[in-house]
């Protein structure tokens, strides 16, 4: 296929999220058997058809970029990882819902690949909060990714969600809080399948006005 008819997401997150096998379960549709760690970055491809506002079907080449690393390495090691976020048409951001550091450490991962990292502890903060005006800006798409939701305890699950609709709405992002080994919670016709092949739209759609 043509260059025009592929699009780059990045998919960011601390090591150990599942970020792996998201992306294998996204673009294989199976489980993925023997996950490893991912060392520099890893890219696979989702086949995504888009036909709304066009005359007939279009097809696309969803690339998803796994980036691996931390969000507190060293500078050298956030430049070196800056080749990756160049020409992005979406980001998503992926955290462990067992693990609240790896949902709070997001903003950094965010602001990094937006080039917005500027303060010495690598978040932008307005009154003592992380501003969220600096996502309602901006124009790249983002899609927020929960993993590991089989493993919260029945009555914890309703803190969990609330602290992730926090953050969705901090990154004026929709959510999806899902299993990687199990496939059923993106089958068709769920609400996070929907979300999804929404989030991907949008990302056709940016992806068509930079090449205008």
């Known amino acids: ?3 025009l008819d592929r699009v780059k ?6 090591s150990g999220v599942g970020k792996s096998s998201l992306v294998h379960l996204l673009c294989q549709n ?10 520099g970055c890893s890219v696979d491809v989702r086949v995504q058809d888009y036909k709304e506002g066009t005359p007939e ?6 690339e998803l970029w796994d980036v691996g690393g931390s ?36 903003y950094r991962w965010s602001l990094e690949a937006l080039n ?9 903060v307005s009154n003592g909060d992380y501003d969220r005006e600096q996502f309602a800006e901006n ?22 969600l609330t602290r992730t609709a926090f953050l969705s709405e901090d990154f004026n992002a929709e959510e999806i809080n899902l299993d ?3 496939p059923r919670y993106l089958a068709a016709g769920t609400s996070n399948a929907v979300k999804l092949s929404r989030f991907f739209d949008k990302e056709t759609i940016n992806h068509q006005r930079l090449i205008m």
């Open 57 to 62: 079907e279009k097809t696309y080449y969803i």
């Open 30 to 39: 199976q489980v993925l058997g023997n996950p490893s760690w991912t060392v």
């Open 180 to 182: 990687c080994t199990n």
């Open 139 to 160: 124009p790249v798409p983002l899609l927020l990714i929960g993993t590991k939701f089989d493993q919260i305890p029945e009555n914890k699950r309703n803190e969990v």
């Open 116 to 124: 917005k990292d500027s303060s010495p502890t690598g978040v932008i």
């Open 1 to 3: 296929m043509a260059s």
């Open 9 to 14: 997401v990045l998919v960011l997150g601390d």
């Open 71 to 106: 969000v507190g390495s060293a500078s050298s090691v956030k430049s070196t990882r800056a080749v990756f976020y160049n020409s992005v048409n979406g980001i998503i951001l992926v955290h462990d819902l067992t693990n609240k550091k790896s949902s709070q450490n997001l």
